[in-house]
């Protein structure tokens, strides 16, 4: 082979991989996607050329045939179906192994070394296992064969029994030739089917995607295998990248349930260790009053009330076609300034990455995607979890109980939140069969039924509520139009500048800061570069006052997000966020980039008086509408703010009675 056939099997090999590592977010993955089938184009191309395959009709009609079949299938097939789909191609991948391997094995006119025969004995059964176990696992995720596991008498014995078999017969094929190699083919052919499927039958419940991982792995195995029989350094490429990548899914998926693949596909019970990032004693927040006779305003007002929302989906999520409804209700909840994150488990759905296929088909934001590891840890403090036809991977047995198919499997920990509402279909145990506790919980508010029409409902009844009466402009209290402002907010962005270190206020800003997270507010410092007298100088006073440093935000960082935000509190700061500094010229801090507190829904200032900053230029969000005016001392004016923030407010008086 020349250097130039070389040089372009490289190239075809460099495109393939160029193409999977667009596969790592949703956003490229278009683009992968047809920069791989790209790759294999040339690939099939540069087969067909070199060996000068005939008839050209022959192999045309058999293009055009399959492009239809498949084009046929892709238009037609829902994402519901996609797991099967999924699991059913990869069986494609290993019927097609294991005939060409069978081909070339039977070929009278082949001369194939003991390396050649080796290799295709292996692709053959590799491919023939895969075939089987494929069309199971397809057919339990498409619901045509039981999907709960299937458990053979001495299961175990019977796996052996027919992998011995399949060694003997592929020692007697090697050995064999004329008809005799070929009834002995045909044999393990037979014998390989039945071993995937005795294999794949046993596998169920939240162990799918781990099965659908390993015959992915399989399949590119297979493919490897008969490339070097065919003496194809593009096929051993592609079926060892397919190969290697389904290993390390296989692997990732195993560690997500708290198993080994021993426990998975042989039954051997490992020893569970703890679930990282999740711990079963979580304290219990208090649970709301319960509306047991109106559920759906009661999910409601917890969603009206909440400041952070974590949606968790699943596979109901995929069978109610609801992923669009829950993004749009994800959508509005943002509108109301709250936070909103969606948990992915990597074993949610019916094959990895079943989610994020569903999510990205209804545009969600990739950014707010998060995997169990790093999210799992903000359950606790988290005001509402929304469950969307999610159970096994929500379910708190898997941590409280043991000897069940989820025991050890981590979770995210929905249990832990404030309140914990679920839109699944029924109350029935998930896939695994384990009934879910979490149903429960005093925490939870069921809301059974399609989900699609649950998430839509909650979406009207959010969007239908009466908006929050405007507190009553008090220009004669400007402190308590300013402590209104702090307990209607969400969100709070706190700006501190150096009137905060003159009057030692540094103390009572970060109590302050520290009570209205109490109250399930989002509170974050943004300090400006030159705050303060020296480089550094209000990171050190909010150090001396113990400020969480995770919650100090440079302004690169966080000036995108005042536009957002209900309230920002200045202390002390007045050139930082002076409006003039963009909007006139000629001035000493024009064209300084500020921290534009102008841009939130309301600004608070805490400074000692109304004169200009050090710079000497007059600040004009003084004169905005938006702004309440606190001056004198920052360190009483915040005392005041968190006196009356924490003060209850007064309840309402009782109706007078005529006749008293």
Same mark, same amino acid.
């Given at each position: 082979m020349s250097f130039f056939d070389v040089l372009i099997d490289v190239a075809i090999i460099i495109l393939l991989i160029v193409g999977i590592a667009q596969f790592r977010a949703p956003r490229g993955a278009r683009l992968g996607n047809g920069i791989a089938a790209v790759a294999l184009a040339a690939a099939i191309a540069v087969v067909l050329v070199r060996n000068n395959v005939a008839?050209?009709?022959?192999?045309?009609?058999?293009?055009?045939?399959?492009?239809?079949?498949?084009?046929?299938?892709?238009?037609?097939?829902?994402?519901?179906?996609?797991?099967?789909?999924?699991? +059913?191609?990869?069986?494609?991948?290993?019927v097609a192994a294991f005939l060409v391997a069978f081909v070339e094995l039977t070929r009278t006119t082949a001369e194939l070394t003991t390396l050649g025969v080796v290799s295709g004995l292996v692709g053959l059964v590799v491919g023939a296992a895969t075939f089987s176990g494929s069309l199971i696992a397809s057919g339990k995720l498409a619901g045509k064969l039981k999907q709960r596991p299937t458990v053979l008498p001495a299961h175990n014995l019977v796996l052996l029994s027919l992998a011995l078999l399949v060694v003997a017969a592929g020692i007697g094929a090697g050995l064999a030739s004329g008809g005799l190699a070929i009834l002995i083919?045909?044999?393990?052919?037979?014998?390989?089917?039945?071993?995937?499927?005795?294999?794949?039958v046993r596998i169920g419940g939240a162990d799918m995607p781990v099965l659908i991982s390993f015959l992915n792995a399989t399949a590119g195995v297979a493919a490897a295998f008969v490339g070097v029989v065919i003496e194809s350094r593009l096929l051993i490429a592609a079926g060892a990248t397919v190969a290697s990548s389904g290993s390390i899914l296989t692997a990732v998926m195993c560690t997500s349930m708290n198993r080994s693949l021993l426990n998975v596909f042989v039954g051997i019970k490992a020893a569970a260790t703890p679930s990282p990032g999740v711990p079963s004693a979580a304290p219990a927040a208090p649970a709301a009053p319960a509306?047991?006779?109106?559920?759906?305003?009661?999910?409601?007002?917890?969603?009206?009330?909440?400041?952070?929302?974590?949606?968790?989906?699943?596979?109901?999520?995929?069978?109610?076609?609801?992923? +669009?409804?829950?993004?749009?209700?994800?959508?509005?909840?943002?509108?109301?300034?709250?936070?909103?994150?969606?948990?992915?488990?990597?074993?949610?759905?019916?094959?990895?990455?079943?989610?994020?296929?569903?999510?990205?088909?209804?545009?969600?934001?990739?950014?707010k995607l998060f995997?169990?590891?790093?999210?799992?840890?903000d359950f606790a403090t988290t005001d509402v979890v929304l469950v969307v036809g999610a159970c096994d991977v929500v379910n708190p047995a898997a941590v409280e109980s043991q000897g069940t198919p989820i025991s050890g499997m981590p979770i995210l920990p929905a249990h832990q939140a404030g309140r914990v509402i679920v839109c699944n279909l029924d109350e029935k145990p998930g896939y695994s069969g384990v009934p879910n506790t979490l149903y429960d919980n005093e925490k939870a508010i069921l809301l059974f039924g399609d989900a699609k029409q649950t998430v839509g409902e909650l979406l009207s009844g959010l969007e239908a509520a009466p908006a929050a009466p405007a507190a009553p402009a008090l220009a004669d209290d400007p402190l308590a139009q300013a402590v209104a402002a702090l307990r209607e907010a969400s969100s709070v962005i706190v700006v501190p500048g150096y009137g905060m270190?003159?009057?030692?206020?540094?103390?009572?800003?970060?109590?302050?800061?520290?009570?209205?997270?109490?109250?399930?507010?989002?509170?974050?410092?943004?300090?400006?570069?030159?705050?303060?007298?020296?480089?550094g100088h209000m990171h050190v006073l909010l150090a001396e006052a113990e400020a969480d440093y995770e919650k100090l935000f440079e302004m690169k960082d966080i000036a995108d997000d005042f536009a957002t935000t209900d309230v920002v509190l200045v202390v002390g700061a007045c050139d930082v966020v002076n409006p003039a500094a963009v909007e006139s010229q000629g001035t000493p801090i024009s064209g300084m980039p500020i921290l534009p507190a102008h841009q939130a829904g309301r600004v608070i200032v805490c400074?000692?008086?109304?004169?200009?900053?050090?710079?000497?230029?007059p600040n004009t969000l003084y004169d905005n509408e938006k702004a309440i005016l606190l001056f004198g001392d920052a360190k009483q004016t915040v005392g005041e703010l968190l006196s009356g923030l924490e003060a209850?407010?007064?309840?309402?008086?009782?109706?007078?009675?005529?006749d008293g």
């Open positions: 008839p050209w009709p022959l192999v045309a009609g058999t293009f055009v045939v399959g492009a239809a079949l498949g084009i046929w299938v892709a238009v037609r097939v829902t994402m519901i179906q996609i797991p099967a789909l999924v699991a +059913f191609q990869h069986g494609a991948g290993g083919l045909a044999l393990l052919v037979a014998l390989s089917t039945t071993l995937g499927v005795v294999f794949a509306r047991a006779d109106d559920p759906l305003a009661q999910a409601v007002a917890a969603l009206r009330e909440a400041s952070s929302v974590i949606v968790v989906p699943g596979y109901g999520m995929a069978q109610a076609h609801a992923q +669009f409804a829950v993004v749009g209700l994800a959508e509005a909840l943002e509108r109301q300034h709250k936070q909103v994150r969606f948990a992915v488990h990597p074993v949610a759905g019916r094959m990895p990455g079943h989610m994020h296929v569903l999510l990205a088909e209804a545009e969600a934001d990739y950014e995997e169990m590891k790093d999210i799992a840890d270190a003159q009057a030692h206020a540094q103390f009572a800003v970060v109590g302050l800061a520290e009570a209205l997270e109490r109250q399930h507010k989002q509170v974050r410092f943004a300090v400006h570069p030159v705050a303060g007298r020296m480089p400074n000692l008086d109304e004169k200009p900053g050090y710079s000497g230029v209850a407010p007064a309840a309402p008086a009782a109706p007078a009675r005529a």
